[in-house]
C-alpha cells in the first residue's frame, strides 16, 4: 500500500468500538495509519492475543496508550517530544530515510545509470579487491540472488568482470574494470559532500558526541 494510501486509511478508518473484538481490533490495527507506536505496540497485542488469551479490556487500555502517542506528537508542531519513548527509534528511522532520499537523487543526478545498489558493490569491490560472489553477499549481508542480478548488470554495463581465482582456476573472483575507476572516485566525491551537509550546523565536538552515541546505541543493539 502506497503512503498516500496509508493517510487516506488513517483519516477514514474510525478506532473500532470500545466492546469490539479482539478479532477487529486486530484488523483495525492493520488498517489504520500505521505509527511508529503501532508498529511497536501490534506484536505485542497479538502475542498477548494467542499466547496468553489476555481480555479485552487490556487489549484495548494497550491500544488507547498507543493512540494516545498520536495527540502528543502533533501538539508539538514538528519541536521534539522528549516524553516520547519512542524519540530516538523514530528520529534515527526518518534520518535514515532522508539520507537515502537525498543520496538516490543525487546518484540519478550525477551518475546516470546508477543506482545506490550497484554504487554500493563497487565501492565494497573496490575495498576488497579479488573477493569472490559468496564472500561478497556476505559482506553486503545481502541475499545472493539479489547480488547476482547486480553484478550481472554490473557485468553488462562494463563496470566489473568475473576471472579465474589464481589460487583456484575453477573458482571466479569478482575484478573491477578500468571503466569503473572514475565512477568509484566519482562515488566517494560524492558521498564525501553529502556527509560534509549532514554535518553542517554541528562542532567538531559535537559531531564527534553525536557519533560516540550512535555508536553507543549500535552497540546496545548487536550485543542482544
Do not use: F
Not at 499466547?51 to 508542531?77: F, G, Y
Not at 543520496?103 to 545509470?113: F, N, W
Not at 573496490?126 to 569472490?132: D, S
Not at 549481508?141 to 562494463?158: F, I, M
Amino acid at each position: 500500500m502506497t503512503g498516500s494510501a496509508w493517510r487516506s486509511v488513517g483519516r477514514d478508518t474510525p478506532a473500532p468500538d470500545v466492546d469490539a473484538s479482539p478479532r477487529a481490533v486486530s484488523a483495525w490495527l492493520s488498517t489504520a495509519e500505521p505509527t511508529v507506536d503501532q508498529l511497536l505496540a501490534e506484536p505485542i497485542v497479538q502475542q498477548l492475543m494467542r499466547r496468553d488469551q489476555t481480555d479485552e479490556p487490556t487489549i484495548r487500555h494497550l491500544l488507547r496508550e498507543t493512540a494516545a502517542a498520536r495527540p502528543a506528537r502533533q501538539a508539538t508542531n514538528g519541536r521534539i517530544n522528549n516524553y516520547d519513548p519512542y524519540t530516538i527509534v523514530r528520529l534515527l528511522h526518518e534520518t535514515a530515510r532522508a539520507w537515502r532520499g537525498r543520496y538516490d537523487r543525487e546518484v540519478r543526478a550525477q551518475l546516470p545509470g546508477m543506482t545506490r545498489a550497484r554504487c554500493i558493490v563497487l565501492t565494497h569491490l573496490a575495498q576488497h579487491e579479488g573477493v569472490n560472489q559468496n564472500a561478497l553477499a556476505q559482506l553486503l549481508d545481502a541475499r545472493p540472488k539479489t547480488l547476482a542480478r547486480l553484478l550481472n548488470r554490473l557485468e553488462a554495463a562494463g563496470y566489473i568482470e568475473r576471472i579465474a581465482d589464481p589460487d583456484d582456476h575453477r573458482a571466479r573472483v569478482l575484478a573491477l574494470t578500468a571503466k569503473a575507476l572514475p565512477v568509484i572516485e566519482h562515488i566517494y566525491d560524492l558521498t564525501r559532500r553529502l556527509c560534509e551537509d549532514e554535518e553542517a550546523g554541528l562542532s567538531q565536538g559535537e559531531a564527534g558526541q553525536l557519533r560516540a552515541l550512535l555508536c553507543r546505541i549500535r552497540s546496545n543493539l548487536t550485543s542482544v
